[in-house]
């Protein structure tokens, strides 16, 4: 990546970080705009880190639960298209206060002592705007913990249990890419906090959580 290229790529987080610092602000509407123009600049065929990072937030900014699940599973489809030797930007983090709800049932505020999940890549302090670049493979798998946690909260707003806990699932299978740090045991905590409260539904299985899905 030439220097002027990863300017842009900066610039580009940059825009998204001014968004979300709007959003942690209560402006909803505004940071729903902004994020918006992004993602129409950024194109189906842009950075597969951008779309990802910037869909992650924007389901943070929904008010229907319908919605916040569809831009959640944007996320996930722009991380699976993260491939080895796809140079990453900088990593997607929902910053404290913006991860999975701890009652999957919360709105924004979804931090742990809030709410479910710190930011993506928090952990080691890769935040929107922070410079730091770990490796293609790296970045992917530390990604899916968080990003299979928010979908299985939105499938809890939307009284899909089974659907919940396939997500579930796959947030716990995924944990072993967290390091042992404040990111890393707040997403288990979350995950943690989401597998009883869905153990706790009633008509289940002694089961609910198996290790893998197909």
């Known amino acids: 990546m030439t220097e002027q290229q990863e300017a842009s790529e900066d610039a580009v987080m940059t825009r998204i970080g001014q968004a979300v610092i709007l959003l942690h602000a209560g402006d909803r509407e505004e940071a729903r705009n902004r994020l918006g123009e992004i993602w129409a600049e950024i194109g189906a065929e842009g950075d597969s880190l951008h779309r990802c990072t910037l869909a992650h937030y924007m389901a943070d900014a929904q008010d229907d639960p319908a919605d916040e699940l569809a831009w959640d599973l944007r996320a996930?489809?722009?991380?699976?298209?993260?491939?080895?030797?796809?140079?990453?930007?900088?990593?997607p983090g929902r910053r404290p206060g913006h991860g999975v709800s701890q009652t999957a049932g919360e709105g924004p505020g979804r931090a742990p002592g809030e709410g479910a999940g710190q930011t993506i890549g928090e952990g080691s302090g890769q935040g929107v705007g922070q410079d730091?670049?770990?490796?293609?493979?790296?970045?992917?798998?530390?990604?899916?913990?968080?990003?299979?946690?928010?979908?299985?909260?939105?499938y809890v707003k939307l009284r899909r249990p089974e659907a919940a806990r396939v997500h579930l699932a796959r947030a716990r299978a995924a944990t072993g890419a967290l390091a042992d740090d404040g990111?890393?045991?707040?997403?288990r905590a979350a995950i943690a906090?989401?597998?009883?409260?869905?153990?706790?539904?009633?008509g289940e299985g002694p089961r609910p959580f198996p290790e893998q899905y197909s």
């Open 76 to 91: 996930l489809t722009a991380a699976d298209g993260l491939r080895p030797g796809e140079e990453p930007g900088l990593p």
């Open 132 to 154: 730091a670049r770990p490796g293609p493979q790296q970045a992917v798998r530390v990604f899916y913990p968080s990003l299979h946690l928010s979908l299985a909260a939105d």
């Open 193 to 202: 906090r989401l597998e009883r409260r869905l153990a706790a539904e009633p």
């Open 183 to 187: 990111y890393g045991n707040g997403v």
